[in-house]
């Protein structure tokens, strides 16, 4: 306009009406003859299309573009391997010579260690012991990788037992934990108590799952269970490449073939589906009695040292789970490259070379089986890994092994349910870490799990009641829990005296409001329970849920015993900053939809936010559950009206209990929440405002006399519900 | 900025008429005072979902009133009760005392008196609808006319195409600069 020129723009819309369109506008002044502007042309076009069309081209060039960027990457990424290669040479033969010097100054440290030291001796000690075993653990993890890719390594083939195995794996890891978890170890019945393999590499494989598990698992339990399958599909594919087996010629030829293989099937989806279609579908939950299926009498052809010896092979599947961190989805097709972590910032936490897994996958398919994986973020993980070995079929009696074993041989093919070969290595810090209510419970727990188990199945545990020494004195408790393993999982404890948490009442009021199924409508609208009371309420029943290894029930939203589950899935959509404990809680019980959308945006404009619920019953249980600083209550409702309502909550008010509201047919609050409203204060007052249509029964006197403080006639408006909150929160 | 005035003035009477004659009152004032950028659409919203609640509603009491066997009068009791009350949160002052005439005979059970009332409530209701369809449609062709007018005479600051939230920002700008939007306040 002031300068008197005419421009074009191009300007988008959005119209509730007609959707997203683009005009181009065209707008020129219109002078009088005089030279004044009286005025304007104003022309719209709509190019929408042609916008379209626009941006699509400029989508194709970006195509284009980062096509060609993808050739330069591959084409220097060849260059960058070949250097590798050789630098990995170097490496592997440098790494040798560095080897033996180190273990000598480690074992020189290990010896100091046992002449006498002053504090600050001993401390500098520790600092250098634990420094050398991490860099020789490093140049142990470097030399096997670098064995492994090369071919130079040999498999080995003996005969070991896998539920011993497992058990000292497990066992090695329980006395190193210093984290509160649970291990456990669960070997299926029709696993031979004798297989043919290459221990050792089976077991660092075990080990380092397992400690990786450990490592990124923060509460819960870490486990193993071992079952056998039949003959997977890519077994086949395997063998006709060439024996999977464990000469080192042929490995090399494999191991290349199978890392592509897996490589393109690294996505937890597709492994799933993998698997899935050997086990039914039972990939990830976590049931402790899984059985695999019976074992098949395929043959490979691999020569082997005791070839004389009839043989079959069987598939023994291994998943090591963990209720962990998890791993993102992204993250899953790198996670077994060398040298890779999930990502920066967790190796610069977690530590760790990055080696292991790399390592694990080689070893197990240089074996002639797969390794896999499937996680969900803050749930945890499984690192699946399968593997063939072969059972001889005249080693079925007891050899001079260790006496506990013996008795297996006996039961190995029992059928019944319970599992032989079941473990279980609780926290060892039980006893020590709690207050004294917290230990007595444990006994309690104990006491029960024992009376529980020694009715049932004593037969099935006597076989796997392995005592192991632990070195802080506490044997016994270990046993007792061992023999509660299988039916841990099946055991509900009676609901804890709520003294044992250290909240005011308004806290478990909060947790009692979640195990409430119809609190669905207040939970879901803009709940105003401050996350710090969910938060640290779930948190200390999440550690006492550890500790005391108490299994969070699968309840449907039923009132017993511990709401943790119910408690998070209720609570999770409505979680919000912690400093809305200082805001009054406002309840809005109003039936009309559109009055509801006006109440609450108004509501927000003044700076609150309330739950609304939509009839007197549900008001009524609102308030059974949650204090509320004010209610304001719709008169003419459906199911009961707001009269009645406020009749029934001034009752309560006066007599302490909900005995009206049960008579107009509303049950009472259950037991655990009653028993936290304190005996000795009344109910304080709630501040019920009615909000009338100035109807002739919604009278100012009706109102007053059924208990309300005041009322706002509708329609509402900002200047009401102003003077209303500046009236009861001044 | 005469010609902006002009173009102001001409939304107001829209605005205004819509208020004189009945259509709209004082709470579609209030209604209009709670939108902002975090809720642009407020009015469109609720009043969509006041058409929704008020056709479903007026569908009711029409087939209610069609009965032969007898006429629930409680049914169409409850129908007109709410439509009552959403009516008079959105501020639609016709549609309001339509239903409170309707009201008085559905109390007395008079079913022609009541189909009369039906009908003058649809009525209404379309009247309402209409209205305030066109009310929105020339609000957002307004403020973006307005705001490509902004663009001109500061001189190409903004080349890009404009959501809604900067449409409302920009706005506030002017308002800030001591200009005023086209809004009946």
Known sequence: MDKGLPAKREITFETELFGSKTFLIYVEPVFSKAGETIGINYMGMDITDQVRKRERMIKIREEIAVQKAKETELNRTIHITEETMRAKQMLATMSHEIRSPLSGVVSMAEILATTKLDREQRQLLDVMISSGDLVLQLINDILDLSKVESGVMKLEATKFRPREVVKHVLQTAAASLRKILTLEGNVADDVPIEVIGDVLRIRQILTNLISNAIKFTHEGKVGVKLYVVPEPPFAKEGSQNGSAGSTANQSTTNVPKEETCTSTSQTSSDQRGFHGKKHEGSCQDRSQNERGTPVTNGTIDVTEEQAELPETTVWIRCDVYDTGIGIPENALPTLFKKYMQVSADHARKYGGTGLGLAICKQLVELMGGRLTVSSQVHCGSTFTFILPYKVSLSCDHSDDVDDDLSDMDDHGATDDDATAGFFQFQPRTLGSLFSSNGSSRTQNLLAHNIGYVNSHKINGFSENCYSFPTSNGQTKEMDLFEDACSVAEALEISPEPESSFSHSPDHDNESAICRDEHHHNVVNAENKVSTRDVSSCSETSREVDVKEKITEPQLPAERQGRSDSGFQSTLNSSREASNSISKPKILLVEDNKINVMVTRSMMKQLGHTIDVVSNGVEAVRAIQYHSYDLVLMDVCMPVMDGLQTTRLIRSFEETGNWDEAAKAGIEKPSPSSDSLQPDCTPPKRIPIIAMTANALSESADECSANGMDSFISKPVTFQKLKECLEQYFP | ?185
């Open chain 2, 1 to 185: 900025m005469d010609f902006v005035n002009l173009l102001q003035r001409k939304f107001i009477d829209y605005s205004s008429s819509l208020h004189r004659e009945g259509i709209v009152d004082d709470q579609f004032t209030q209604l209009r005072k709670l939108e902002d950028e975090n809720s642009p659409h407020f009015v469109m919203e609720v009043a969509s979902l006041f058409f929704e609640d008020c056709e479903k509603l007026i569908n009711n009491m029409a087939i209610a009133l069609e009965q032969k066997q007898g006429v629930d009068f409680k049914q169409i009791d409850e129908c007109i009760h709410q439509l009552k009350g959403s009516s008079s949160s959105i501020g639609a002052m016709r549609v309001k005392n339509a239903c409170i005439a309707f009201r008085s005979f559905s109390d007395g059970q008079n079913r022609e008196g009541c189909l009369r009332c039906l009908q003058q409530l649809s009525h209404e209701y379309s009247l309402l609808k209409n209205k305030l369809q066109t009310l929105f449609r020339v609000s957002v062709a307004s403020r973006c006319l307005y705001v490509c007018l902004v663009i001109f005479c500061r001189g190409n600051e903004h080349a890009e195409p404009f959501p809604d939230v900067l449409v409302f920002q920009l706005e506030k700008e002017i308002v800030a600069a001591g200009g005023s939007i086209p809004r009946v306040h």
